[in-house]
């Protein structure tokens, strides 16, 4: 799927349980982490990156530089995830038909070589996730990026399949893969990144 693959970012929450604001503006290598994860997913083979906006966008677009992704501005971000996840992926869609990847902005182990594996993996009418290890168990668990078919990403959106139906507002695309496991190829990630997501004080060590 290399080419014709729309990165979807979601970078809008505010951080809230963190408690040091937005995600997208935590310091990492000396800038902004969004510009990190802009470049790894460009570099990593997607053809487009659509970031998806919400709390401090102002500050974001003012200090990082986002090459050219295209920013877009999630109104309904205080909702939670599954709005940011409609907003992109629907703005993808109508930026390019194709493939849509879906990447979480607080990952900051996120490489290009992962986005890369994925999108070779990648098979029309599947959904590619990356898998990752727990230490000390071979158990693998399903995390970001998710690289979806173009038409499974539209499926995904459709009443009673969308991320964001109901309570389930801040799940993103949990829902609809829960609900579609045989959709799921799960790709083992485990030795070029740890998945893990800057969610508390203890996982600051992970900007370092």
């Not at 990630?189 to 370092?208: K, N, P």
């Amino acid at each position: 799927m290399t080419g014709t693959t729309t990165a979807v970012l979601l970078a809008a929450g505010a951080g809230t349980r963190l408690g040091l604001g937005p995600k997208a503006m935590l310091p990492f290598r000396g800038r902004p982490l969004i510009e990190h994860q802009v470049r790894v997913l460009r570099d990593g083979g997607c053809a487009t990156v659509v970031a998806v906006l919400g709390a401090g966008r102002g500050d974001i677009l003012a200090a990082a530089r986002l090459q050219d992704a295209r920013p877009v501005l999630n109104p309904d971000w205080q909702r939670g995830m599954g709005t940011s996840y409609r907003s992109g992926v629907a703005a993808a869609l109508a930026l390019c038909p194709g493939a849509v990847l879906v990447a979480l902005v607080d990952q900051p182990g996120l490489t290009a070589a992962v986005v890369a594996r994925l999108l070779a993996a990648g098979r029309p009418g599947r959904i590619t996730a990356a898998g990752y290890r727990d230490p000390g168990s071979d158990r693998l668990r399903r995390g970001h990026p998710v690289l979806f078919d173009a038409a499974l990403a539209a499926r995904s959106l459709e009443p009673g399949e969308a991320a964001d139906d109901g309570d389930a507002g801040d799940t993103g695309a949990r829902h609809f893969l829960a609900a579609h496991p045989d959709l799921v190829d799960l790709i083992d990630c485990s030795d070029l990144a740890d998945g893990r997501d800057v969610d508390s004080e203890a996982d600051l060590v992970l900007l370092d």
